[in-house]
């Protein structure tokens, strides 16, 4: 699927977009391995810590970098989204151009009401940037955009961590 962007992207952006667009999913080796680092983010999301919660989301993102042999990323937790006119910020991806590590950053807040965002957000928002490093980093692609086989990779990494759970 194209998305309308598609069409005011140049020849050589038009051929990444295909690219990451034929990528469906990444598929980790041991995602059971990860689930109790999954579940320490939800914990320190509820318990307001955010130090603790940067630590565990630094675990996750280092935990699958080893186990797709992608290289290291740093992550920074801050407070409360950065909002303008323009909408809210949920996570920010900088590629590993003038600093020696990609750098995601995400946000635990909201900006209005500087509440404790939802854990599935939260985790979703980290999966999102992380995706943008992969594609830089693990599939070597010249530039990250949102292409429907990238929100498809976003949801593969989702559904191996967040097992679906069936009600009782």
């Given at each position: 699927m194209v998305f309308d962007y598609y069409r005011r992207l140049s020849r050589t952006q038009q051929k990444i977009y295909r690219q990451?667009?034929?990528i469906m999913s990444i598929r980790l080796p041991d995602p059971k391995?990860?689930?109790k680092?999954?579940?320490a983010i939800d914990q320190e999301l509820r318990r307001d810590e955010r130090g603790a919660l940067q630590s565990?989301?630094?675990?996750l993102i280092s935990s699958m970098n080893s186990q797709l042999q992608s290289p290291p990323a740093r992550v920074t937790v801050l407070d409360a989204r950065p909002s303008e006119d323009w909408g809210e910020l949920h996570g920010l991806y900088e590629p590993a151009e003038e600093n020696p590590l990609a750098h995601i950053?995400?946000?635990?807040?909201t900006a209005q009401r500087r509440k404790v965002v939802a854990f599935r957000t939260f985790l979703r928002t980290l999966l999102h940037?992380?995706?943008h490093h992969l594609d830089y980093e693990h599939f070597e692609l010249e530039d990250s955009f949102h292409t429907e086989g990238f929100y498809k990779r976003e949801s593969s990494l989702f559904h191996q961590?967040?097992?679906?759970q069936l009600p009782e």
């Open positions: 990451s667009d034929g391995s990860l689930q680092v999954v579940a565990a989301c630094q675990a950053t995400v946000w635990m807040r940037e992380y995706c961590l967040v097992p679906i």
